[in-house]
């Protein structure tokens, strides 16, 4: 199982850390060719899409995991129903996509939703395709797929840019993703759907998956939350600044994230009722998270006006302030994915709702707060309620597996203090650093590469010396 989760996370990383790498090198040029008001119409209508695939895809695929015994009747059975929900989703959107157009004044918002939607068809398949991947652990399939599907949408998108299309450059660039990214899993996964069809799977899975997806429609409609205020009670400049300054730790937070969700679910599943095994498993993914998501984040807060002017020029300076707020809140994520995935290992779809509950009601309060005082201070309570959610997201462990917050914030001090002073290092050397914006940043990277490397190995940091020792293990093979 070591093995599997060591080789899991490694296939997982690359797949996330090449596709999005590639989506990221588009979306700098996409900003270069569109404006903020662009990007935010384009955000406002990823919002809808955003919520109907959560209904499409999310609390199957995690119970598919999860299942100890999910035979081919469980996936095909899923693989149907899932198509039938984007059926249903689609038609909503197609009929609400006048009314959401009026809401926000922009008369091409009913177009761009209608077309847009078509992702749910090809979300609904690959939801069942991730599913078989996660489970049966094939990521070297997936990171081949969907990064010649980055590649591709990529493409798509510039090509489409360049030649003015404006805001359909965005949506040609999801549709050419989605489609791409099925039709490569079809050839890469072993998995195929059957003609098979159970109500009873359905209703086995549903017993699951159904907390699951109120907590995750919940989450969702919650964070989506501020974009809908952002379009609204602002304007879609603002929103659009907002959503490019978050991209870059989102970016960060959302490989390492989506790796350690993908291959710790299965991995802790397969342990259930080893209460040792499954808190060693969490403990040192805590550390691993934080020992390598806390310095890129840091650093790139200590960074991010070199980086805005140098990737994006002066017209998106404006997001500076929302990037660095960010940085603060996705650094607790590590601590956030993985207490979670050992709640839903551990077969506790109801904690995890009730979780998500009282979070959600904490962040609203947050919300209201916020709107009083404009954008800048709205995401800065949002990043400080994303701290006082970390006690709660590990409540549940502390019961389950005797591993509780404070002995979580212990365990990740080492890597958070490092990472502090080699971003205030990093930060002064940028006020004096010589040359342009990128003569600068090339600096800064290589400055705050070199002092966390060599300070973990001259402190003979834990999480260090275990990566190293993999490191070591898979170059002697």
């Known amino acids: 199982m070591k093995q599997k989760v ?18 990221f090198v588009a979306a700098i040029l996409l900003a270069r060719l569109l404006t903020p008001a662009e990007y935010g119409t384009v955000g406002i209508i990823m919002i809808f899409i955003t919520i109907a695939n959560v209904i499409v895809q999310n609390g199957f695929s995690t119970a598919l995991i999860q299942r100890r015994q999910a035979d081919e009747t469980d996936f095909s059975s899923v693989f149907f129903f899932s198509l039938g929900a984007a059926f249903g989703m689609y038609g909503l959107l197609w009929a609400a996509a006048p009314r959401i157009a009026g809401f926000y004044a922009i008369e091409e918002l009913s177009k761009i939703i209608r077309v847009l939607a078509l992702v749910l068809f090809p979300g609904a398949v690959i939801s069942v395709q991730t599913a078989w991947v996660s489970r049966k652990m094939e990521f070297k399939g997936l990171f081949v797929s969907t990064f010649g599907a980055s590649v591709i949408s ?51 899975l549903l017993g699951f998956g159904w907390k699951l997806l109120a907590a995750s429609l919940l989450d969702t409609l919650f964070t989506n939350l501020y974009g809908l205020i952002m379009g609204k009670i602002y304007n879609e400049d603002v929103l659009g600044t907002y959503n490019r300054g978050e991209q870059f730790p989102k970016l960060i937070i959302s490989n390492l994230g989506a790796a350690i969700q993908s291959v710790l679910l299965p991995a802790f599943s397969q342990s259930q009722g080893d209460r040792a095994a499954m808190k060693g498993m969490l403990r040192r993914a805590v550390k691993l998270g934080a020992f390598l998501a806390l310095p890129m984040l840091f650093g790139l807060c200590a960074v991010a006006d070199t980086l805005v002017l140098a990737l994006l020029g002066e017209k998106w300076t404006a997001c500076v302030p929302y990037l660095r707020i960010m940085c603060v809140a996705y650094s607790f994520w590590p601590i956030h994915i993985t207490n979670l995935q ?7 779809s109801d904690i995890f709702l009730k979780l998500e509950i009282v979070k959600k009601v904490m962040g ?15 995401i800065a309570i949002k990043a400080g309620m994303d701290f006082l959610t970390t006690f709660v997201n590990a409540w549940p462990n502390k019961k389950l597996l005797g591993y509780g917050i404070f002995r979580q914030w212990a365990d990740i001090l080492p890597s958070a203090i490092l990472s502090l002073a080699m971003a205030l290092a990093v930060y002064m050397v940028g006020l004096i650093a010589p040359g342009g914006a990128w003569m600068r940043l090339g600096i800064q990277v290589m400055c705050g590469a070199g002092i966390y490397v060599t300070a973990a190995a001259a402190f003979h940091m834990e999480s260090f010396l275990y990566l190293l020792g993999i490191i070591r293990r898979k170059r002697d093979q």
Request: charged residues 10%; without cysteine.
């Open 6 to 23: 060591i080789a899991g996370l490694f296939w997982k990383i690359l797949e996330n850390g090449g596709s999005q790498g590639v989506q």
């Open 154 to 204: 990529g493409a798509v998108s510039i090509f489409m840019a360049y030649e003015g299309f404006g805001v359909w450059a965005m949506v040609g660039q999801q549709l050419a993703y989605y489609v791409a990214l099925t039709a490569a899993l079809f050839v890469a996964v072993s998995w195929k759907p059957a003609f098979l069809f159970a109500w009873e799977s359905i209703r086995q």
């Open 342 to 348: 050992a709640v839903n290992a551990a077969g506790r």
């Open 364 to 378: 609203l309060g947050g919300l209201i707060l916020g709107i009083r005082f404009g954008p800048v201070i709205l």
